[in-house]
């Protein structure tokens, strides 16, 4: 073998290189050789970086001063390395070794014997830096440990996804023994059902050097094919060391059991929200319809695909439920986000009956919610109408929970809540939920029924003690409306009359009582009734004021306003007295419009405040306007801006009285009108006097 470097200066082949792949290749290894005379004959690169000598410093030199000087006595370290190798063939040793500098360090050497073509024996030696060698000991213990005992799945891959080697707790997790993974493609073992997202996510690793950290990825494995499981996956590309290919390394754990409970955490959380919403959406006012819609609002689509909400009609309200019995319900709110023909099944029917042993009638019989799968037995006990059960069955829905809208011990009705395929199915947690929603929706609608029930009386009372027919008179014509406000506000004390007087005078009252409900309506009444007693006998208007005011504070009417107005044909006259009241408007036969409202006293209940009058003269033709506030106050507008509005639309007056009060009201009040409203139009007449002749 001829040596690297020598006094003549042969060229350097290089420094000896290991199998790629091997350790050697990742610690710096110094190659030298030692003759028979223990000099260096050979100087590699490595040697020339681990020891710090040009080739021409040592070699054909004595090799001993590679190491410090022995103990007296001893032979020194190169003599004793190259003996052992010549003897032993082999032999490996820690030696401390010496550097050009002169420092002293710890170094590991192999040496075995090399006989050249000359039949020349040279002692080779492979040397590296102990701190070196430690290294890569700890390492390999490190991850040997690891491999070992780590709880985490641990993978390496080659270029192809190909497992090269991986934890037991990995195979564990697949199980799959680990001997069966070696070679198989990674996705050959997590299968996943994610049109290939995860077999994307490993390429992009393994070609464009893309980490991935704690990616979540549902999967199953051969080995456990019938469990669901969830891993945090985290990736990263292993460079190649020399010739080696690149490749994949993992870590994996198993999450399945962790996400199950954030899962179970998270839609805790929504229903918990989805309560919160239905507490403040629910029952936002007394009107039934508006409260069950409200609650198909609350439900669809963040708890189902559809819903219903359906009263039974029951003849009382102490009628028990018979479940031997059909039962008739009346649908009054629907919803659903399912196309055709899921929007007929909830919206099509307004009236439906169930037949005995229906899913209505257990769940009502149960006093509880329940969960029924949609299928044939279903709709054949459910649905009385085959075709109702075809759109059933077509509609999508595969579960519908049907809970009892139960409130004071009354059935108010039902609820129905349904989920397609497409939606995770219902669980016990939120059939519990149904349960929450149908209690807290039965008792707004309880409340709405009572309050409708209330309403209906105080509207029954209103109108009965509202005049059915207004008195004649030649001499005036009369067109009167009352409409009473929305059915989401109280009836109030609006009230009106005409009242025939002696000399055919006739007397016009407009009064309102303030309040709402059965209260405002009897105070109403009473004060109508008094004061029609009262004008029949002929008092002067402040005179039929001031005795309203008496009756009002006995009756324990606090606050109430009225207007009274008393018109003679004879002369035209028109004398007016003003409780509080807003003021009357007259049209004149030029089309000018006027107000009335040259007094005004205070309302009726208040007491101690005499009333006054005054007097004006009406002619031919006159259209007189008396109204309550109801008409001409608007939320959000000046009381001033109403009455202006008002007088434009007395302008015009040549159509017939009731097509003008028929036009303002379409013009003043919309639907959604809040407040009673009274509207009053009298048109005056002269009478003729004997022997004078009207006109032509």
Same mark, same amino acid.
């Given at each position: 073998?001829?040596?690297?470097?020598?006094p003549?200066?042969?060229?350097?082949p290089g420094?000896?290189?290991s199998?790629?792949?091997?350790l050697?290749?990742?610690v710096?290894?110094?190659?030298?050789?030692i003759d028979?005379?223990?000099?260096?004959?050979y100087w590699?690169?490595?040697?020339?970086?681990?020891?710090?000598?040009?080739?021409?410093?040592?070699l054909a030199r004595?090799?001993?001063?590679?190491f410090?000087?022995?103990?007296?006595?001893?032979?020194?370290?190169?003599?004793?390395?190259?003996?052992r190798?010549?003897?032993?063939?082999?032999?490996?040793?820690?030696?401390?070794a010496?550097?050009?500098?002169?420092?002293?360090?710890?170094?590991?050497?192999r040496?075995?014997?090399?006989?050249?073509?000359?039949?020349d024996?040279?002692?080779?030696?492979?040397?590296?830096a102990?701190?070196?060698?430690?290294?890569v000991?700890?390492?390999?213990?490190?991850?040997?440990?690891?491999f070992?005992?780590?709880?985490i799945?641990?993978?390496?891959?080659?270029?192809?996804?190909?497992?090269?080697?991986?934890?037991e707790?990995?195979?564990?997790m697949?199980?799959?023994p680990?001997?069966?993974?070696?070679?198989?493609?990674?996705?050959?073992?997590m299968i996943?059902?994610?049109?290939?997202?995860?077999?994307r996510?490993?390429?992009?690793?393994?070609e464009?050097?893309?980490?991935?950290?704690s990616?979540?990825v549902?999967?199953?494995?051969?080995?456990?094919?019938?469990?669901?499981?969830?891993?945090?996956?985290s990736?990263f590309?292993?460079?190649?060391?020399?010739?080696?290919?690149?490749?994949?390394?993992?870590?994996?754990?198993?999450?399945?059991?962790?996400?199950?409970?954030?899962?179970?955490?998270?839609?805790?959380?929504?229903?918990?929200a989805?309560?919160?919403r239905?507490?403040t959406?629910?029952? /936002?006012?007394?009107?039934?319809?508006?409260?069950?819609?409200?609650l198909?609002?609350?439900?669809?689509?963040?708890?189902?695909?559809?819903a219903?909400v359906?009263?039974?009609e029951?003849?009382?309200?102490?009628?028990?439920?018979?479940?031997e019995?059909?039962?008739?319900?009346?649908?009054?709110?629907?919803?659903?986000?399912?196309?055709?023909?899921?929007?007929?099944?909830v919206?099509?029917l307004?009236?439906v009956?169930?037949?005995?042993?229906?899913?209505?009638h257990?769940?009502l019989?149960?006093?509880?919610?329940?969960?029924?799968?949609?299928?044939?037995?279903?709709?054949?006990r459910?649905?009385?109408?085959?075709e109702r059960?075809r759109?059933?069955?077509?509609?999508?829905?595969?579960?519908?929970?049907?809970?009892p809208?139960?409130?004071?011990? /009354?059935?108010?009705?039902?609820?129905m809540?349904?989920?397609?395929?497409?939606?995770?199915?219902?669980?016990?947690e939120?059939l519990?939920?149904?349960?929450?929603?149908a209690?807290r929706?039965?008792?707004?609608?309880?409340?709405?029924?009572?309050y409708?029930?209330?309403?209906?009386?105080?509207?029954t009372?209103q109108?009965?003690?509202?005049?059915?027919?207004?008195?004649?008179?030649?001499y005036?014509?009369?067109?009167?409306?009352?409409?009473?406000?929305s059915?989401?506000?109280?009836?109030?004390?609006?009230?009106?009359?005409?009242?025939?007087?002696p000399?055919?005078?006739?007397?016009?009252?407009?009064?309102?009582?303030?309040?709402?409900?059965?209260?405002?309506?009897?105070?109403?009444?009473?004060?109508?009734?008094?004061?029609?007693?009262?004008?029949r006998?002929?008092?002067?208007?402040e005179?039929l004021?001031?005795?309203?005011?008496?009756?009002?504070?006995?009756?324990?009417?606090?606050?109430?306003?009225?207007?009274?107005?008393?018109y003679d044909?004879?002369?035209?006259?028109?004398?007016?007295?003003n409780?509080?009241?807003?003021?009357?408007?007259?049209?004149?036969?030029?089309? /000018?419009?006027?107000?009335?409202?040259?007094v005004?006293?205070?309302?009726?209940?208040?007491?101690g405040?005499?009333?006054?009058?005054?007097?004006?003269?009406?002619?031919?033709?006159?259209?007189l306007?008396?109204?309550t506030d109801?008409?001409?106050?608007?939320?959000?507008?000046?009381?001033?801006?109403? *009455?202006?509005?008002?007088?434009?639309?007395?302008?015009d007056?040549?159509?017939?009285?009731?097509?003008?009060?028929?036009?303002? *009201?379409?013009?003043r009040?919309p639907?959604?009108?809040?407040?009673?409203?009274?509207?009053?139009?009298?048109r005056?007449?002269?009478?003729r006097?004997?022997?004078?002749?009207?006109?032509?």
């Amino acid at each position: 073998m001829a040596p690297a470097d020598r006094p003549g200066g042969a060229e350097d082949p290089g420094p000896i290189r290991s199998e790629p792949g091997s350790l050697l290749e990742r610690v710096a290894v110094a190659v030298f050789g030692i003759d028979g005379q223990d000099r260096v004959c050979y100087w590699g690169p490595g040697a020339r970086s681990l020891f710090g000598h040009e080739a021409g410093e040592v070699l054909a030199r004595p090799a001993a001063r590679l190491f410090p000087d022995p103990p007296a006595g001893e032979p020194d370290s190169a003599a004793h390395l190259a003996e052992r190798g010549r003897t032993l063939g082999y032999w490996r040793v820690r030696l401390p070794a010496r550097h050009r500098d002169g420092t002293v360090f710890d170094c590991g050497f192999r040496v075995f014997p090399v006989t050249g073509a000359t039949g020349d024996s040279v002692v080779m030696g492979l040397a590296s830096a102990g701190t070196e060698l430690d290294r890569v000991k700890t390492n390999l213990a490190f991850l040997d440990a690891l491999f070992e005992t780590c709880p985490i799945g641990l993978v390496m891959l080659d270029e192809d996804l190909r497992y090269v080697h991986l934890n037991e707790v990995l195979a564990d997790m697949d199980g799959v023994p680990l001997q069966d993974h070696l070679g198989r493609r990674m996705t050959d073992i997590m299968i996943t059902s994610d049109d290939g997202a995860y077999q994307r996510m490993l390429r992009s690793v393994a070609e464009e050097g893309r980490s991935v950290v704690s990616a979540l990825v549902g999967l199953r494995t051969p080995g456990r094919p019938d469990r669901d499981q969830v891993r945090s996956v985290s990736l990263f590309p292993l460079s190649g060391a020399g010739d080696t290919r690149r490749g994949v390394g993992g870590l994996l754990v198993d999450v399945t059991d962790r996400e199950q409970a954030l899962l179970d955490a998270t839609a805790a959380r929504q229903r918990l929200a989805l309560l919160d919403r239905a507490a403040t959406r629910i029952g /936002t006012t007394l009107d039934l319809n508006v409260t069950a819609r409200e609650l198909v609002d609350a439900a669809v689509p963040d708890f189902c695909d559809g819903a219903v909400v359906e009263l039974v009609e029951w003849m009382h309200d102490t009628e028990p439920f018979d479940p031997e019995l059909p039962l008739h319900t009346h649908r009054i709110a629907s919803g659903t986000t399912l196309p055709p023909p899921a929007v007929e099944l909830v919206s099509g029917l307004e009236w439906v009956t169930y037949p005995p042993g229906s899913g209505i009638h257990r769940t009502l019989s149960a006093g509880r919610p329940l969960l029924l799968p949609v299928d044939e037995e279903f709709t054949v006990r459910t649905v009385a109408h085959q075709e109702r059960a075809r759109l059933l069955l077509d509609s999508g829905l595969t579960t519908i929970v049907i809970a009892p809208l139960i409130a004071r011990g /009354t059935v108010q009705g039902i609820t129905m809540f349904g989920r397609s395929a497409a939606r995770t199915p219902f669980t016990d947690e939120d059939l519990r939920l149904a349960g929450e929603l149908a209690s807290r929706a039965a008792l707004c609608l309880d409340n709405a029924r009572l309050y409708g029930r209330v309403q209906d009386i105080a509207l029954t009372l209103q109108r009965a003690l509202l005049p059915n027919a207004l008195a004649s008179s030649p001499y005036v014509t009369l067109a009167h409306r009352y409409r009473p406000g929305s059915r989401l506000t109280e009836v109030g004390g609006d009230w009106y009359d005409v009242i025939e007087l002696p000399g055919d005078r006739v007397a016009l009252v407009v009064g309102d009582v303030m309040g709402h409900g059965v209260p405002a309506a009897a105070s109403m009444g009473r004060l109508r009734i008094t004061a029609k007693a009262l004008a029949r006998r002929n008092p002067e208007p402040e005179e039929l004021l001031a005795e309203l005011d008496v009756c009002a504070r006995e009756f324990g009417i606090e606050l109430a306003t009225c207007l009274c107005l008393r018109y003679d044909p004879h002369t035209g006259h028109a004398r007016i007295a003003n409780a509080g009241h807003p003021p009357p408007l007259v049209r004149l036969p030029d089309g /000018t419009v006027e107000t009335l409202g040259e007094v005004l006293g205070v309302p009726l209940g208040v007491g101690g405040v005499p009333f006054r009058s005054a007097g004006t003269d009406l002619p031919e033709g006159a259209v007189l306007a008396l109204y309550t506030d109801g008409l001409v106050e608007t939320r959000g507008q000046d009381i001033d801006a109403g *009455l202006d509005a008002l007088r434009e639309e007395l302008r015009d007056c040549s159509d017939p009285l009731e097509e003008v009060a028929d036009r303002i *009201l379409e013009h003043r009040l919309p639907e959604t009108a809040t407040d009673d409203t009274v509207l009053v139009l009298a048109r005056v007449r002269r009478a003729r006097e004997p022997g004078r002749s009207r006109g032509p």
